[in-house]
């Protein structure tokens, strides 16, 4: 019976240290998070998107239009700073817009505007369209992996205060 009791907090232990090794973990694969120059600031990119061309960088941010052409998917992206793990914060800070070109279509349900998003890929040169009546260049990524953040991770590292004043009567 204490031995029972022991391998049941042993395994609770486990289990906890488990789950937070899991949530420190970065959401790209180290094999992408290694092949990429990560000291490239989007702010580089942006300005000059064909002296960047071939590079392989880590972004992300949150999508504002999802489109199906023939054969391939425009992802219209509002870049965002990346945490440690590398997801897109949940901040107003932002330097642009870049597009992630995939091949093959995607459901636009799926990724939504306002979804987090997170892609590993290379740098392929710029297109320009208007936002509004104003021209804008786009950096253009084509992705090796691409993440889609989940809602669960909106909030997980903002710390929660709670407190209560007082009874409370509602009629």
Known sequence: MHTSLIARRISIIASAIVMMLIGCAPVLSDRFLQEANLSIAFQEILNDPNLYKGK????????ITTTAKDEETWIEVLQQPLDRQY????????YGRFLII???VVDPVIYASG????IAGEVTGKIVMPIQELPYTYPVISP???VLI?????????PRLYYNAGKRNMQ
Not at 56 to 63: E, K, M, P, S
Not at 87 to 94: C, I, Q
Not at 115 to 118: D, E, K, V
Not at 150 to 158: A, K, Q, R, V
């Open 144 to 146: 090796r992996e691409l």
């Open 150 to 158: 989940g809602p669960e991770y909106y909030y997980d590292s903002l």
């Open 102 to 104: 995939l091949k093959g």
């Open 87 to 94: 997801r897109p914060e949940s901040s107003d800070v932002s």
């Open 115 to 118: 979804r987090r998003i997170t």
């Open 56 to 63: 392989f960088v880590v972004l992300g941010g949150r999508i």
